[in-house]
């Protein structure tokens, strides 16, 4: 099936620093998807991206949807505590809201100090 | 309160032993989805369905049957556990248009199986 490559897999910074984190895939996308997980939680929705080139933000979240349809990135401005978990990009092949399969990257373990 | 739940949240069964996690929305969503999470290896989709009697395949369907029979319910159906489905499985639904939010997918809390 497809996969996307997400890096990095893990990143330990201080409060207040910016991070930035991506996912490559070998095959185009028509949607992509962002997501956090809290330990012992379920995934939930950060950011959804439409259009190749698009770049939304969602407060200190910002991401874009790559021009060629084959990447994404996100990034989070000025870190604190509670930005801890594990964050996952996904993509589909559907455009738009109706999409039904969905393709999730391996994810990237964020822990922020204090 | 809006919610996905799955039962049960913990399970553990021996190879070969059937069962099934039942999973069910109270938002009246059309989208359904099955995933399972493993360590370094994300979510994988299993099945996902669009509307009732609508199924389809994720990326690692194999060893998983799902049903659709009504909105509300999307049982994962294990017919013959094997070790390597020992996993964290998620549940999950979203409305499909309309509405406020249609992308946003609301998962469930989770079931941890364990296949001895």
């Known amino acids: 099936g497809q996969q996307l490559n997400q890096s990095p897999q893990s990143m330990f910074i201080q409060e207040g620093e910016d991070v930035s984190m991506n996912c490559t895939s070998s095959s185009i996308f028509n949607t992509w998807l962002w997501y956090k997980q809290d330990p012992g939680e379920g995934p939930v929705l950060l950011i959804a991206?439409?259009?190749?080139?698009e770049l939304t933000s969602n407060g200190r979240l910002t991401a874009q949807f790559g021009i060629t349809r084959k990447d994404s990135f996100l990034n989070i401005s000025a870190s604190i505590p509670s930005d801890v978990g594990i964050y996952f990009c996904?993509?589909?092949?559907?455009?738009?809201?109706?999409?039904?399969?969905?393709?999730f990257g391996q994810g990237t373990i964020l822990t922020v100090h204090p | 309160e809006a919610q996905v739940t799955q039962n049960p949240r913990y399970l553990i069964t021996v190879t070969g032993k059937k069962l099934t996690v039942t999973c069910s929305q109270n938002m009246n969503h059309e989208y359904m989805s099955w995933y399972r999470q493993d360590p370094g290896l994300g979510l994988r989709q299993i099945y996902y369905?669009?509307?009732?009697?609508?199924?389809d395949k994720g990326d690692v369907p194999e060893g998983y049957k799902v049903s659709r029979k009504e909105k509300r319910n999307f049982p994962l159906i294990l017919e013959s556990p094997s070790p390597n489905q020992t996993s964290l499985y998620f549940c999950a639904s979203r409305r499909l248009a309309g509405g406020p939010s249609p992308d946003t997918q609301y998962f469930g809390p989770g079931t941890r199986l364990t296949v001895l």
């Open positions: 991206l439409y259009k190749a080139g």
């Open positions: 369905s669009m509307n009732v009697e609508v199924t």
């Open positions: 996904a993509g589909a092949d559907a455009g738009g809201t109706s999409y039904g399969k969905l393709t």
